[in-house]
């Protein structure tokens, strides 16, 4: 393949602008926001099930107690009765003046174990109170931070792809100007030397892969006329000569 010095040497210009590009999206995915994103969310995530299981013990603990409460007074609204007939002196014969008193005793001893019960959830309510207030603070304040990262991380972004926007522009300029299938065979060498399709001939040695050539080689490249379009025999880059190549 032959091409234009010139063009062979923008290929240098278009190599640079690539390696930027390279280098800014390496920079996007290696953000430091990203491993703060992934550590707030997973954060965020535990704290959000954690408020949930809470929340449902709550719920759970304030029907208990709505439950024991409406015992008490049920037990409560049947002793109200059974003292108001013993008050009344409605029941008369000795026996059923005993079951009475003995149901009115039974009854009282009942409500004060219901209200025992109603004290224990009180104070378990209280306790899973404390616990969805405290675990929805952390939630709010791991919400902050997750939110704080992701406006860091989308600022980084946002000068970055400023940036490559920029360079692409310039790029785009470069490219349209050198032949087309140049450009291809540039392209496909790039891809497959892990970026670097082109890389300058600089005294003595391919800047792509640091070969220094002998005597023999450099000759031999020398030999080659101005627009031949010359390969590097150590690692097949497009090898661009220019006024420092040393030949």
């Known amino acids: ?25 390496h920079q996007r995915r290696s953000l430091p926001e990203h491993a703060e994103i992934e550590r707030a969310t997973a954060d965020h995530s535990a704290l959000r099930d954690l ?11 304030t029907r208990e107690q709505a439950k024991a409460e409406q015992d008490v ?58 616990r969805v207030t405290e675990l929805t603070a952390r939630l709010q304040h791991a919400t902050v931070v997750l939110e704080e990262a992701t406006a860091r991380r989308d600022a980084g972004y946002a000068e970055i792809d400023a940036d490559a926007a920029k360079v692409t522009r310039e790029r785009e300029t470069v490219a349209a100007v050198i032949p087309a299938d140049l450009l291809k065979l540039y392209t496909r060498l790039r891809e497959q030397q892990g970026g670097v399709g082109a890389a300058r001939l600089f005294q003595r040695r391919c800047e792509g892969c640091r070969v220094e050539f002998s005597t023999a080689d450099l000759n031999a490249i020398k030999a080659e006329p101005k627009d031949a379009v010359v390969r590097c025999e150590n690692c097949g880059r497009i090898l661009v000569r220019t006024a420092d190549s040393g030949i």
């Open 73 to 130: 007074d049920q037990v409560r609204t049947r002793a109200a009765r059974d003292q108001q007939r013993l008050d009344s002196g409605a029941v008369t014969s000795p026996k059923d003046l005993e079951n009475l008193q003995h149901e009115i005793g039974s009854l009282a001893r009942r409500q004060s174990d219901l209200e025992d019960v109603v004290l224990e959830i009180m104070e378990r309510l209280e306790s899973a109170q404390g």
């Open 51 to 61: 408020v949930v299981a809470a929340e449902t013990q709550l719920g759970d603990t």
């Open 1 to 25: 393949m032959n091409a234009a010095p010139a063009d062979q040497i923008r290929l240098l210009d278009l190599q640079a602008l690539d390696a930027r590009l390279d280098r800014l999206a």
